[in-house]
């Protein structure tokens, strides 16, 4: 099983940036992508950005030219930098990592805890 513990989450005015990081833990998984979803206050969760390890990064597009997804120093981390936010850009910030057990094909989904992110107007 992996494990995910996300940081960086925070208040912060509107036009300002804030930068989120998804760390994965556990044993014997190869991850094959991460990315983060988002929740407002009864809205759905929706798709932020995600990154295939070795592959494409995908944004929506109400956040592209303004978040940028990397990959964090750290083996099986990930970043979230967040500029020019926006009161609409309010949620709880969730990391989403899709992996494979070690040598098999078996495919699993791990959701972090989630961060807050207020952006005041």
């Known amino acids: 099983q992996v494990q995910l513990v996300e940081s960086g989450g925070g208040l912060v005015q509107a036009g300002g940036s804030l930068r989120l990081s998804c760390a994965a833990s556990g044993t014997n998984f190869v991850v094959k992508a991460m990315g983060w979803y988002r929740q407002a206050p009864g809205k759905q969760r929706e798709f932020v950005a995600r990154?295939?390890?070795?592959?494409?990064?995908y944004y929506q597009d109400s956040v592209k030219g303004r978040f940028t997804v990397s990959r964090g120093n750290a083996k099986n981390t990930i970043d979230l930098q967040m500029n020019s936010l926006k009161p609409e850009d309010t949620a709880v910030y969730y990391c989403?990592?899709?992996?494979?057990?070690?040598?098999?094909?078996?495919?699993?989904?791990?959701w972090g805890q989630g961060t807050q992110v207020t952006v005041s107007s």
């Open positions: 989403k990592v899709d992996s494979t057990a070690t040598g098999t094909s078996v495919w699993s989904a791990d």
């Open positions: 990154m295939i390890i070795g592959g494409s990064t």
